[in-house]
Structure formats: C-alpha cells, structure tokens
C-alpha cells in the first residue's frame, strides 16, 4: 500500500542552523506530496505542497523538491527559528474519483534553542 | 471563518463508559475526516465522509467505533465501550473539492481511558 517514512525524530537544533528533514514514499501511482506542521496544542496546518515531479514548495523559507527518481520530498529551511519548533509531517495524496485521502508519515518533532 | 471546531478539547472517563466526539466542519466544505494520533501509530485515518456519505471506514480499528454525519455541518465519532487503549488526540479536518487538497484540521480531542 501506500506509505511515506519520515526521519524519527526528536531532532534539536540552535536557532539559525540548517535544518533537513528527509521523507521517502511508496505510492502506486503519482502522489501529491505535502508537509504539515503542529504547533503545541494546535492541530495540523498545511506547511507547502507539490504536485507533480521536479515542483518545489515553499513557505515561510522551508522547501521542499519532489524528486521522483528517488522518491523523496525532504523538507529543508536554511536558518531555523524558535518559533519553528513543532512536528512535522510529510504526507501523501492519491486522488481519484471519489477515492480521496492523504497518508501521513509518524511525524518528527522539532526543538530549535536560543 | 472560525475553523474546524472540535468538542470536547479534553475528555477524561473510565473503561467501558461511551465517549462522544464532536466535529463542524468549515461552512461549505463538502470533505470530513476523522483521525487519531498516538505516539506509536502517528496520524491514522478512521473515516472520512464526501457530501456526509462515509465513502471510507477502513481504519475504523473495530466494532466499538462509530461515526456519523447527520448533516453537512456536523459529525460525530462514538467509542462504546471505550477501553484505555483508546487515548489518543483525535482530529477532525475538512476539506472542500477542488482545493488542491488542503485539509484543515480542528484543534483536536484529547482523550483518556483510566
């Protein structure tokens, strides 16, 4: 079936370091894939997207390439911020007629200290 | 907008007792999932509803699980009996056709079995 694996997690970083976090997907068609980040206390909230192979997502300096030939869509941010700790989850979408969900990966969590 | 609302935010009862879960979905919004988030699992998708027809209840983990849609602005999700296995935070998230699949989650439900 279809899956997505997501680095586990804790990851703890210092406020603006580089931050990666990979995802890998198994799909039997031509997913669109996504990221999703929780604030504490809060429920998901759509992070970037991208639908199709070689588009990149961007928000908020996080990025993301969906790469085909390897399957992946790591997202990436080039100097993190405290208020960026949260998890993270890398999703997958194959939609169709009236067969529609997204499969998320176990998520990551993300700690970024002053 | 006021978002995906969710009731209660916390739910705290004893094993064997019914426990109701309550969800509105964003006005117009013609999609609504049900998810359930546990450390070891991550986000599961219980069921999910277009038009407030179950379309999907195949993560519905067993007989004691329940939900219903008796109209386009709220869902229910049942658990009769509920067991100590069952705490979890349970999502609700709605999405409109045609919205590049974004999905909008609600603040969620934390609930706990003794």
């Known amino acids: 079936g279809d899956s997505v694996t997501q680095m586990e997690g804790p990851v703890t970083l210092s406020e603006e370091a580089f931050l990666t976090i990979n995802c890998t997907y198994t799909?039997?068609?031509?997913?669109?894939l996504f990221w999703y980040v929780q604030y504490p206390g809060e429920g998901l909230q759509l992070l970037l997207k991208?639908?199709?192979?070689?588009d990149k997502g961007s928000n908020k300096g996080f990025e993301a390439t969906y790469r085909k030939e390897t399957t992946s869509f790591h997202l990436e941010k080039g100097s993190v911020q405290v208020s960026d700790s949260a998890v993270y989850f890398c999703?997958?979408?194959?939609?169709?007629?009236?067969?529609?969900?997204?499969?998320f990966g176990k998520g990551t969590l993300l700690t970024v200290n002053p | 907008d006021a978002g995906v609302i969710q009731s209660p935010r916390h739910e705290v009862t004893e094993m064997g007792q019914e426990v109701t879960l309550r969800c509105k979905p964003i006005?117009?919004?013609?999609?609504l999932f049900w998810y359930r988030q546990t450390m070891m699992r991550g986000l599961e998708l219980l069921i999910y509803?277009?038009?407030?027809?179950?379309?999907?209840d195949s993560g519905m983990p067993e007989d004691r699980f329940s939900a219903k849609m008796p109209n386009a602005s709220f869902s229910t999700l049942k658990i009769q009996p509920s067991e100590p296995r069952d705490s979890a935070v349970y999502f609700c998230?709605?999405?409109?056709?045609?919205?590049?699949?974004?999905?909008?989650f609600g603040s969620g439900t934390q609930l706990s079995v003794l």
């Open positions: 998230a709605s999405r409109l056709q045609g919205s590049n699949e974004k999905l909008f």
């Open positions: 799909a039997t068609g031509y997913p669109s």
């Open positions: 991208a639908t199709k192979a070689d």
């Open positions: 999703a997958l979408s194959l939609s169709g007629g009236s067969n529609y969900k997204l499969t």
């Open positions: 006005s117009g919004h013609d999609y």
């Open positions: 509803f277009n038009n407030n027809v179950p379309i999907d």
